[in-house]
């Protein structure tokens, strides 16, 4: 009965969201990523989330629409679960319709591949993203094979966001690696200016900029 009534909810939630990214006068469907990333474990009810299993089918649905013309993914993320937030980015990157993505607020840790993944990307100057390498809560097993896993996956990530954006690998790991903008940790914090500065995201600009480049880019279909 409890089953029941969870996947009657899923399925109220997931159909409000379809409803709210809806437009019927343009073509252009809206997606918003926001606090953090829901992986395999359910995140506290408390915590703002995006679930991955509501956005990818999401993101199918819209790719097979045909009155969806293009796709404008917003983002406000604290990142979350690395395998989950991968699986949206490898979505979005591999659509042939139109994306264009906005960073607002932050686009952090794994938001940041999600924010290069559309075909072109935007930020406002007052938006912040992290960049760090993977990390790890919890217990864990102090073998060779841990840490050549977590290697893998960075490289992954890296490989990922070099491809999809103007950022070179050395400068990207350099970021990544640094120690002197994080106090407890290693990585970097960049601004919206600094992000199009270093080739990471196409251009500064807001909600106009990010539907005007859309529309140019569903006109040129």
Known sequence: M???KMQDKE??????????G??????????????????????????KATKYEHLIP?????EQDTSVKGVLI????????VEAGLAIAEMIAS?????????LGGGHSIGVPLAVSSKRSFIVPSATMTIHPV????????APQTYYYFERMQKRISAFVCAHSNINEEKF????????????????????????????????????????????MISNE
């Open 22 to 47: 809806e437009s019927e006068n343009d073509g252009i469907h809206c997606i918003s990523i926001i606090g953090q990333i829901e992986g395999h474990y359910i995140l506290p009810q408390d915590q």
């Open 2 to 4: 409890e089953d029941e």
């Open 135 to 142: 990390r790890i809560t919890g217990v864990v097993v102090g």
């Open 95 to 103: 659509m042939k319709k139109p994306t264009v993505s906005l960073v």
């Open 74 to 81: 917003v983002l406000n993320t604290m990142g979350g679960d």
């Open 173 to 216: 790991r350099a970021l990544m690696m640094s120690t002197d903008q994080i106090a407890t940790d290693t990585g970097s914090i960049i601004d919206g200016e600094e992000a199009v500065k270093i080739g990471l995201i196409d251009a500064v600009g807001g909600l106009s900029d990010a539907l005007d480049a859309l529309k140019k």
């Open 11 to 20: 399925s109220c939630e997931l159909e409000s969201i379809v409803k709210l």
């Open 58 to 62: 999401l993101l199918a649905s819209c």
